[in-house]
Nanobody, 121 residues
């Protein structure tokens, strides 16, 4: 069984910064892409940023230049550094990982439970 556990959310003022972390644990053989998604109230879940096992990154236009995704493959952990936060960044942020399970053959898509980020003065 695989678990993704996020941390680092909270309340921050506009212009502030937060760093999210997501650690994957359990029966992991190999992790391919990891990423962050977010869902604001009344809106669909949207991609924020993704990173491959080789370090290639992709960002939503709305966060380019402000957010940075990174990962530590040795720790099975992905990070999201969020700077210059805006009220419209307020959402529940979800971690995602595509990985090969060490017990059940195949590549599966896993999600974390989500962490709330609120940007408000």
């Amino acid at each position: 069984q695989v678990q993704l556990v996020e941390s680092g959310g909270g309340l921050v003022q506009p212009g502030g910064s937060l760093r999210l972390s997501c650690a994957a644990s359990g029966s992991i053989f190999s992790i391919y892409a990891m990423g962050w998604y977010r869902q604001a109230p009344g809106k669909q879940r949207e991609l924020v940023a993704t990173i491959t096992s080789g370090g290639s990154t992709n960002y939503a236009d709305s966060v380019k230049g402000r957010f940075t995704i990174s990962r530590d493959n040795a720790k099975n952990t992905v990070y999201l550094q969020m700077n210059s936060l805006k009220p419209e960044d307020t959402a529940v942020y979800y971690c995602n990982a595509d990985l090969a399970d060490a017990v059940v053959a195949g590549i599966y898509d896993y999600w974390g439970q989500g962490t709330q980020v609120t940007v408000s003065s």
